[in-house]
Nanobody, 123 residues
Framework: QVQLVESGGGLVQAGGSLSLSCAAS????????MGWFRQTPGKEREFVAA???????FYANSVRGRFTISRDNVKNTVYLQMNSLKPEDTAVYYC?????????????????WGQGTQVTVSS
């Protein structure tokens, strides 16, 4: 059974940092693109960052320069380091896997999803 489990969310003040992790199991993800998305109530799921299996990295304009995505294929884990957080970064953050993908920004490209972790940034 394929599982993606996010951790590391929480409450932080504006300007602070959080580090999210996503542990994958049930298949080999080393040739999958891994992505992070976020969603707030009443809005569509929004692309945050993605990393392809060969290490290509992509960011949404809203987080570029503040967030860093990385992966450890031995541990089957993808990370999202979030710095200089803003109240508008508040959302549920999801990780996702795109089998043999290049790291697209559309949620429809991703076949596997975690349950999400809440990130709240206070002003």
């Amino acid at each position: 059974q394929v599982q993606l489990v996010e951790s590391g969310g929480g409450l932080v003040q504006a300007g602070g940092s959080l580090s999210l992790s996503c542990a994958a199991s049930g298949r080999t993800f080393s040739r999958d693109a891994m992505g992070w998305f976020r969603q707030t109530p009443g809005k569509e799921r929004e692309f945050v960052a993605a990393i392809s299996w060969i290490g290509g990295i992509f960011y949404a304009n809203s987080v570029r320069g503040r967030f860093t995505i990385s992966r450890d294929n031995v541990k089957n884990t993808v990370y999202l380091q979030m710095n200089s957080l803003k109240p508008e970064d508040t959302a549920v953050y999801y990780c996702a896997a795109e089998p043999y993908g290049g790291g697209g920004s559309s949620p429809r490209s991703y076949d596997y999803w975690g349950q999400g972790t809440q990130v709240t940034v206070s002003s």
